[in-house]
Structures are given as structure tokens and as C-alpha cells.
């Protein structure tokens, strides 16, 4: 896991970097499909109206559970026709990849989208540059277009949410967002009321009157008197789905005259009431259907039979969906199917106060049903609601790098985090030093050390579930960190490439830090034979990010040897690779992007240089002792293109950078030696002025956070540092940018093409 590698399955350069024009992951239809209007459902008129009317570039629809959001948007969706893209959110969104995944794909389904969206979703950058990329294309479209996203507050991620932001803040004119949650929007509401900006709908707005309460009840086949309509009215507080509750416990045998529930935020209140006046007059079989199928967030005929242990589920299925609009079809085929949100919740409380006992063998039925049925990322979900950890590392293993090479590195991560949460990293050392590396990759190094220790403990041996041994596994991660030098390192990767399976993408990864070790001990012709065999497992592996970072070593090679005829082959086919972009958020990038910089210097291409080192230089927050040989190597390559620049404060800071490294693994072979070399060079250079170069790290973390809404408190909790540390870090990147504020610090990353990167 070195890169994100890709699932195996080019087999030459040229078909390993694929052209991206849709997700490299599958999206559940349904979430990208305006509800279906259904029998019984009230047309919501006076809102309506507003929202036709409204030049407001963004709607909100805040309210509890049970107001109506979804209707009332879909209405207004088949209202303005096909240039709205539908976004239904959900728990698996928590990830900014996901969630703009389908707005992208909804946008691209109104008119074509540039592929360079999809390209960036498969980058771990995606939650910063894709919601710019987003607002280009509709800036771009014939005809303005409407973004509907629902339900919202399923989505915790503050990344994901960010992104949301930018892009509500960023529409083209004419654009609209339209947004349903039950929590307050990640906006800034008070400046957007001031400009007009912002239609906002609420309870007060949903809350149904006498006209449309008795509409609903009608449409349900309750008929009250008209002198009661205005008392169920008040006492329901024109709450929809209250009314609908009430309606239903009148048909199921109940009075009209106990009608009255209302939201007040209880949902022991509602619970009660569900209990009293709907499941307790019904069947017995029927209230277990409910109760025990509501552990699931989307059911289907067979998955509930495997659930219940019963047959003819779809038959119940349908039967519920005619008469009861908290039954929610997911397909024209009425073979998917979820409960009303609220509903959903109401009938888990149930099931835990009637059955609390059944609800963990309910989630292992359905994790084996859908492990059975290749639903693998649904089958992890309900085994870690029933605590079946063993599941949970198998299936985790399996798929993890696939989801990561997807871009899903938050999918991931939420992955890991559950072993961490429970306490069983000791018990899975394969997960902790899947763990480990991804903390590695996301500039995370103390992370890493704790998840290594913890599976160097282990007692563990023999085949795991991705067909590698445990002792490969540990070895592979021992030479990623490198802690003991070329030649330990040297052994791990042997270790582990005779231990890993035969189709395994870390062996063209091992093969690559073999032929580093002889590099760092000075045996240039070893290392070059050793890289080209790893080029070739890797070409063969489809491991497409790996494939520019073993051109650029062998270009290293080729310098050193003084082949420069070599090395401008290898520059011009490792640039064709990275031409698009995608890679352009992996931290192996940095040292490809770096030695393509020291080429183009070297042939006199200056501004190219500039504009590879300048990527190269953005990827800085990635290079740590977690993985400190290509880091190093990296940093010294970046180092020597700023000398050819004359940049002293770029080289100056790489260096230091360097050094940070070599203070926690002092044992990186020739590379100190080449460090020093370079800050003697560096004292010949004269002092010019500072610029973007000579960021720090800190400061490189900050820099694509000043363009956004957030507060200097807001970056530093996403940082987690403090308020003083983020204002001190942008003052210093103002003054380096030759900036007085955020403002025009903004304006020179727009002329210096640093918003564009970032």
C-alpha cells in the first residue's frame, strides 16, 4: 500500500491510467433519482410557489424528522424539470469522495461534465479541488441547473461538509442548491440572508394547515368531522407525519378522537404513541416484520427472508409499500425498498424495548446474506452492529485497498477507527498494519508508530485473509519505515515479497524499496535491475501510481550514470502519466514531480520546472519519517531544483524538512551525505526575496484553507491546532507571498496558480 494501488486488472502502461469518466466505485441508483410521486401524497402548493419564484442561488429546508422535506422538494423537482440533479444523502457518504461523487454523476446526467472531475474524485484531494471543478462545469453548461441534495444531516464528515460549503458559496449565477436536512446547514446563513442569497424553509413554513391536514387524512381514508378537524390540527401542530401516524392508527382500529401526536423532540413520546395506537393493533407477525427488518437501511425481499428466517417477504414488502406511505420503494421494479427516516427509528426503538436480545443475531443474518450477495461494504456495517470482528478484519482486508484506490480514503480510515474504538488492533496485527500505513499516507506518522508497535506485538503467524503470511505482512511494513537502515530494509522486502501472494500489488512495491536499498549503499547497477523488474511487476499489476515513481528512480539511476539520453525517456513517459492529474494527491508524486523538475531545469525548461517542483512542493504535508526514503529522496530532489532556480529560501526549507526526518531515522544510507552537499551549495546562492517556496509544512497545510468560509478557529480544528498557531501560520504565509491580508494573500495565489493546485 505504498500508493492507492488499483485492483490488478490493466496489464500494460498504457491501460493502467484509464480514462476516469465516471466513479471508480459503484453508486446506489436509487439516491440519484427524484422520489416518485405516490397515491396519497399532498401536493404542497403555497411552497411550491415560493420556490418557483425564488432567484435565491440556495434553498434550505431545515426541519425535525417527519415535516415533509423530501416531498416538498421532489414536488418542486418535477416541477422544474430535467435540469435538476437529485442527491439523496445518506450514512455512507461520510466521505467527501462519495458525496461528491453523486452530485457529480447527477450533474453529468443534465449535460456532460469535464472528466477531469471523476479523474480528482480518484484522488485523496478530492474533497478540496473537486467542489471548484464542480462549479466550473455548471458555469460551463448551455442552460442554468439545480442541485437537490436530501437529508443532509446524514452526513457527520466535516470534510464532506466543507465541500458542500465551498460549493453553495461558489455557484455560477443562475445555478441553484437546494439542501433538506434536520440540522442547521454548514452555511453562513447571517451573511447569505444579507445578500439575499438564501430562501430558508421551516417548521413553520411545513407545518400543514386545515386545508392540507385534511387532504392528508382524506387521502389516508380517515374522514373526521369538520368540528374536529381544527383540534387534531392544533394538537398534531400540523405536523405531516403525525397526522399520517394518527391516520393509521385509526384504520388499524383506533378512535379519532385519541388523534394528537405531536413533535416535541421526545421520541418516547412518538414511541409511545406508535406503540399504543398502531403496532399493538396489528398482528403479531406483522409488528415483528416491522421491528426486526427496521435494522436495515435498504431491504429487499431475499435479504429480509434471510433476516426473519421466513419466505415471501417481497410479498409483505408490497403489501406494506400499497397501503402505508412510510414504506418507501427504492426501484420502478418494487424490489428495493427503506423506511420513512423517522419510522425507521421509531420501529428500532421498538424492536430494542420488545427484543433487545434478537437484534445482534439480526445483524449477523444480514451481514452473511450480504457477503453472500457481493454487497461487502453493507456486509461490514451489520457485522460491526453485531460486533462480529473477525467479519469485520476479513472483509476489511479484502476490500480496503480497492475502496482506498477509489479515493475512499475516509471509508477507510472510519474502517479502522471502529478496531481502534473497540480495543482489537492487538488482536488483528494485519489490520494495524493496514492501519499504520494509511496513517503514513495521510501524513500521520505518530499514528503510525502506535499501530505499528501494536502489531509488532503480535503472536500471530501464518496465511491471513488476503492470502499474504503474517510474517510478510510485518516486513513489508518494517521497510516502509525504514528504521534500521538500507540493509534491514533490504531483508524485510525480500521477507516479504516471498511471502506475499503471488498477485499481490505490494510486491512491485517491495521490489521497488529492494532495489532503494542498493541505491542508498551507492550500487547503481543492482538498483536499476531490481527497479526495472519492479516496473514490470507493477505494469502487470495495474498498480498505476507506482509505475512514474519507478521511472523516476531509474531516471535518478541514469543521472548519476551521466545517461541523460535515458533520462529524458524516462521524464517524458513518467509525464505523460501524471499529464491528467490523477495522481496528483499521491505522496509518491512528490518525488516524481521533483526529479521531472531537476530535467526540465537541466535541459533549460525553466518554467516547466517551476510548474513540476511548484506540484511537488504541494505535496510536502505527505513526506514525514513514517516513509522516510522516498520522502527524503523527494525533498533532496526539490531541493536541487530550487538550487538550480536560485530559490535559497525553497531549498532552505526542504532541507530542514529533510533534517526533521534524519532526526528520526538517522540510518537513510548516502542520503544525509547528499543533504549536506546541497546546504553548502545553498550558502553560495544569494539571499533573494522569500516566496511560496519557502513555506513550511504547517504553513502548506494552512494555504489551501484561507480561500474557503472558515474562521482561523474553524482551520485550526480541522488542524487540530490552535486558533493562535493558525493566525501565526497565515501572518507568515502573508508576509512570504508578499500579502497584507487573507484577501489579497488569496489574490496572489490566484496569479502565483496556487488556488488552482491546491
Not at 406508535?274 to 396489528?282: C, G, S
Not at 480497492?402 to 473497540?422: I, K, L, Q
Not at 512528490?590 to 535541459?603: D, K, S
Amino acid at each position: 500500500m505504498s500508493t492507492r494501488a488499483t485492483d490488478g486488472r490493466p496489464a500494460n502502461i498504457a491501460r493502467a491510467v484509464p480514462p476516469l469518466t465516471t466513479p471508480s466505485f459503484d453508486l446506489a441508483e436509487s439516491n440519484l433519482h427524484v422520489p416518485p410521486a405516490r397515491q396519497g401524497i399532498v401536493p404542497r402548493t403555497v411552497l411550491l410557489e415560493r420556490l418557483t419564484a425564488t432567484t435565491a442561488p440556495i434553498i434550505a429546508v431545515v426541519a425535525p424528522p417527519g415535516y415533509g422535506k423530501t416531498t416538498l422538494l421532489a414536488q418542486w423537482a418535477v416541477r422544474q424539470g430535467p435540469r435538476v440533479g437529485w442527491v439523496s444523502a445518506d450514512d455512507r457518504d461520510n466521505d467527501p469522495t462519495v458525496l461528491l461523487s453523486y452530485i457529480a454523476v447527477a450533474l453529468d446526467r443534465i449535460e456532460r461534465i469535464d472528466p477531469r472531475v471523476f479523474r480528482a474524485l480518484a484522488s485523496s484531494g478530492a474533497g478540496l479541488e473537486v467542489p471548484r471543478r464542480l462549479v466550473a462545469a455548471m458555469a460551463t453548461m448551455r442552460h442554468p441547473v439545480t442541485v437537490v441534495i436530501d437529508h443532509l444531516d446524514a452526513v457527520t464528515n466535516r470534510e464532506a461538509l466543507d465541500a458542500i460549503n465551498a460549493l453553495a458559496l461558489g455557484l455560477p449565477p443562475g445555478a441553484q442548491l437546494a439542501i433538506a436536512s434536520r440540522d442547521e446547514l454548514p452555511l453562513p446563513r447571517a451573511r447569505l440572508r444579507a445578500q439575499g442569497g438564501i430562501l430558508e424553509i421551516g417548521i413553520d413554513d411545513l407545518a400543514m394547515g386545515d386545508e392540507e391536514a385534511a387532504a392528508l387524512l382524506a387521502d389516508a381514508g380517515v374522514e373526521l368531522p369538520d368540528v374536529d378537524l381544527p383540534e387534531v390540527v392544533r394538537t398534531t401542530e400540523g405536523w405531516p407525519v403525525g397526522l399520517y401516524l394518527a391516520a393509521l392508527a385509526v384504520n388499524a382500529g383506533g378512535s379519532h378522537r385519541n388523534i394528537g401526536v405531536t413533535f416535541s423532540g421526545d421520541d418516547r413520546f412518538v414511541g409511545d404513541y406508535l406503540r399504543a395506537e398502531l403496532l399493538d393493533r396489528v398482528s403479531r407477525t406483522e409488528v415483528a416484520f416491522l421491528t426486526r427488518t427496521a435494522i436495515l437501511e435498504r431491504m429487499c425481499g431475499p435479504l429480509c427472508d434471510a433476516v426473519l428466517g421466513s419466505t415471501r417477504s417481497s410479498a409483505v414488502l408490497e403489501r406494506l409499500e400499497s397501503r402505508n406511505l412510510l414504506v418507501v420503494p427504492l426501484d420502478r421494479h418494487r424490489e428495493w425498498y427503506r423506511y420513512h427516516h423517522l419510522f425507521r427509528e421509531l420501529l428500532l426503538s421498538e424492536l430494542r424495548r420488545r427484543e433487545p436480545g434478537m437484534i445482534t443475531e439480526l445483524h449477523l443474518r444480514a451481514a452473511q446474506w450480504c457477503e453472500a450477495n457481493g454487497l461487502l461494504e453493507a456486509s461490514i456495517d451489520h457485522a460491526q452492529a453485531a460486533g462480529d470482528a473477525d467479519r469485520v478484519a476479513r472483509l476489511v482486508l479484502q476490500i480496503a485497498n480497492p475502496v482506498w484506490a477509489s479515493g475512499r480514503s475516509d471509508t477507510v480510515m472510519r474502517w479502522m477507527e471502529w478496531f481502534e474504538t473497540n480495543g482489537l488492533i492487538d488482536r488483528f496485527p494485519a489490520i494495524a498494519v493496514h492501519g499504520a500505513v494509511m496513517f503514513a499516507l495521510t501524513g500521520r506518522p505518530g499514528g503510525t508508530e502506535a499501530w505499528a508497535a501494536a502489531a509488532e506485538q503480535t503472536s500471530v503467524t501464518g496465511m491471513q485473509p488476503d492470502g499474504n503470511t503474517m510474517e510478510a505482512t510485518l516486513a513489508y511494513l518494517r521497510a516502509l519505515l525504514c528504521c534500521d537502515g538500507p540493509a534491514a530494509m533490504r531483508r524485510d522486502a525480500q521477507i516479504a515479497i516471498d511471502g506475499f501472494d503471488p498477485g499481490s500489488p505490494y510486491r512491485s512495491t517491495m521490489l521497488h524499496f529492494e532495489g532503494v536499498s542498493h541505491l542508498l549503499e551507492g550500487d547503481l547497477d543492482r538498483s536499476d535491475a531490481i527497479f526495472a523488474r519492479a516496473l514490470d511487476a507493477a505494469t502487470r499489476a495495474g498498480s498505476a501510481p507506482t509505475i512514474p515513481l519507478l521511472l523516476a528512480e531509474r531516471g535518478i539511476v541514469a543521472i548519476e550514470r551521466g545517461d541523460w539520453t535515458a533520462v529524458n525517456a524516462f521524464a517524458a513517459r513518467a509525464v505523460a502519466l501524471m499529464e491528467d492529474g490523477q495522481f496528483d494527491d499521491y505522496w509518491t508524486s512528490a518525488l516524481v514531480y521533483a526529479w521531472a523538475a531537476r530535467v526540465a531545469l537541466q535541459r533549460g525548461d525553466v518554467d516547466e520546472g517551476r510548474e513540476h517542483v511548484a506540484r511537488a512542493a504541494l505535496l510536502r504535508p505527505l513526506l514525514n519519517y513514517a516513509l522516510p526514503v522516498v520522502s527524503v529522496q523527494a525533498l533532496l530532489e526539490m531541493a536541487r531544483a530550487y538550487v538550480a532556480l536560485a530559490d535559497q529560501g525553497g531549498a532552505r526549507a526542504v532541507l530542514r524538512q529533510a533534517n526533521d526526518i534524519f532526526l528520526q531515522r538517522p540510518a537513510l544510507g548516502n542520503l544525509p551525505d547528499v543533504a549536506d552537499e546541497l546546504r553548502a551549495r545553498i550558502d553560495t546562492i544569494g539571499a533573494g526575496a522569500m516566496g511560496a517556496s519557502s513555506l513550511t509544512t504547517a504553513e502548506l497545510r494552512v494555504l489551501p484553507l484561507l480561500p474557503t468560509h472558515l474562521s482561523f478557529r474553524e482551520i485550526g480544528e480541522r488542524l487540530y491546532v490552535s486558533r493562535h498557531t493558525v493566525k501565526t501560520q497565515a501572518i507568515s504565509i502573508y508576509r512570504k507571498l508578499g500579502a497584507s491580508s487573507r484577501s489579497e494573500t488569496i489574490e496572489r495565489m490566484h496569479e502565483l496558480g496556487l488556488r488552482e493546485r491546491v
